[in-house]
């Protein structure tokens, strides 16, 4: 028993020092539980027990074990059910139902004919792989079946969830953690976090190496942390490179570009953080969700006591009821936008300031052209302006956008992510949007496998809403926890909508309780804005030297094409060669924003080639095969460069 006990102490000694080298955050929370169990501060819950021939977690509260079965026998069941098919993984290659082949979208138009190889030539009925690069566990309980389960994959980048950082600690005596952290191989740990910080680590673990994110490989341990499982599925699903293509990029490129070009002022992130002109306000912050319509007449009667923040998509709403705003934001590159801010009396927005991203489409630009515009840059083309940053919808990026701009304290209405829970309307009405969503919900035991879910609400104890809704929840969640980190704020959310972790709820009877006073609207906000700008010259905005070195990279991916490949490792090498070629020739003066959109086409690009090769099925690495494969990505990154040569003739001639 007293070698034992050396052998589990030496093991834990082990992983401390890992920890202390690699996770000083897990290490620091390990060491602060450990001491609080030594000073009786706090009760043990658990503890390691030998049970027959096998060790097993004793609950002191429960008085049950944890196994209550042979550990080490279940690490091997579990390991027998892990396999190299598709069976326990997130599938993220999108695919037609009916067909099960892949979806092409015109929006990565080269990509066409490598997903059309795919599409005839891969068995998707039978797919197996030849390695699991990706694996995430979900509970570790002692450790065993991690172990016994990393025997069999080995997998390259392995992610590690467990919820309770107390059952993480006794693991640390019985599993040798080091093992996922060799060699080239990768550890990410999230452990005894909540909801935002476990997002991060899985948002780290999804960043790192992305383009494996073909297949990600699972074991959800304990059925009680299956709302785990859920949030990384709902993680990848709303955050697949497919969504966010390269050639959004260039388009955001090219606006950017001749926003730049028309001398327009783009917000200074720099100046922002120095002078944050937005601290000494009180910020309405007013998005399109339904709840809006219940505080429509407070905001009329209140609007002098905030600096008022609103979407775009409600500024037709808020002139009907008499409201205008201090600051309109709007991001989306659809020319809709258009109509969004298209009010009907024409000096509406006169005193506003409008805040667009510069990926907004020509239209909506010229409709406001006159009216006192300042651009974020969409894309970090010029680095001395800094980036503010990007986000899938409007709310959350007027959001962010303020706490830059130094906002100390904000009150949000419209910021629902759920529908009208009556009526089954998405927006409120009188927006320039209108969507109605099913309300029926499903028995609830079974309703998580539909689309309508059940959710903790902000002003109620429940609320229904949908997953596709549910997205603008994450997006929320995943800025504040960025923000955090390095500002001070306070936010209140008025919103009858889903609850959002890091907002404070609030009622309006408790924001008059306040004893908010009186203010004139700012005629200096307007003056504030432009001490934080700049307008850029035509030495930022001249990309002459970086055709030359594009058109160098172009025939360097001709000679590229013609090449004959002996295996997968010997295509691999070679792509890697000019992959490097590539990078190397866009790493001076500004070529970098060119970089950055061919690592956005890697990314894409390499999900695919990097399933094709990955698979079990002989003759996608027949050298017939691998010359194809070669020559359909050289051609799409030669399209990809030509298409960038293309945007900047066409922003010189404007």
Known sequence: MDDITELLHSNFLKNMDFLKKNFMDVYNEIENLSLSLEKDEIKEQYSIELVDNYFDIFNHKNKSYFYATNSFDQADIISNYINFTKEGSLDLLRKVPQTNQLIFNDYYYEMKPIINFINNNVDFENIEFKKIYKFVYIGTGLGYHLQEINKKIDSYITLIIEPDIEIFRLSLFTTDYTIFDEGNKKLFLSIGNDKLKRLHNIASFSSYHDYMNYNVKY???????????????????????????????????????????????????????????????????????????????????????????????????????????????SIDPSEKCADFLNTEDPNFLNNSIIVFLSQQAVETYELLKNKNIYFTQGLNLQSKLGYFGSSPNVGTFSFLATILLGAKELYLIGCDAAFN?????????????????KQKLADKKTYDHDDLVIVKGNLRDEIKTNKGLLSFRSDYERTIFSLKESFDFECYNLSDGVFIEGINPCTKENINSLSLSLKEKDSNLIKRFDDICEVMNEEDTNYDSSVKNIKLIIKKMEKFKKLDFNSSNNFLDKKLEITAFILESLKKDKDYVFANIFLRFIALSDIYINFILNLRQKELNEKKSLKKIGQYWAEAVIDVFNHIIAILKETNNK
């Open 421 to 437: 829970q009556e009526t089954g309307e998405r927006y409120a009405t009188g927006s320039s949007h209108f969507i109605k969503d």
């Open 219 to 329: 074991y959800n341990f304990l059925e009680s942390t299956s709302y785990i499982k859920n949030e990384l599925k709902d993680y990848f699903g709303n955050n697949s490179v497919i969504d966010f293509p390269y050639k959004a990029i260039i388009q955001v490129f090219g606006r950017t570009l001749y926003y730049m070009k028309d001398n327009n002022k783009f917000i200074s992130l720099p100046k922002s953080l120095e002078k944050t002109i937005l601290s000494d306000k009180k910020l309405l912050v007013i998005s399109a969700g339904p709840s809006l319509d219940n505080y429509i007449d407070w905001i009329k009667e209140n609007q002098n006591k905030f600096t008022i923040v609103c979407v775009d998509v409600i500024t037709k709403k808020l002139e009907k009821n008499g409201i205008v705003p201090d600051i309109v934001f």
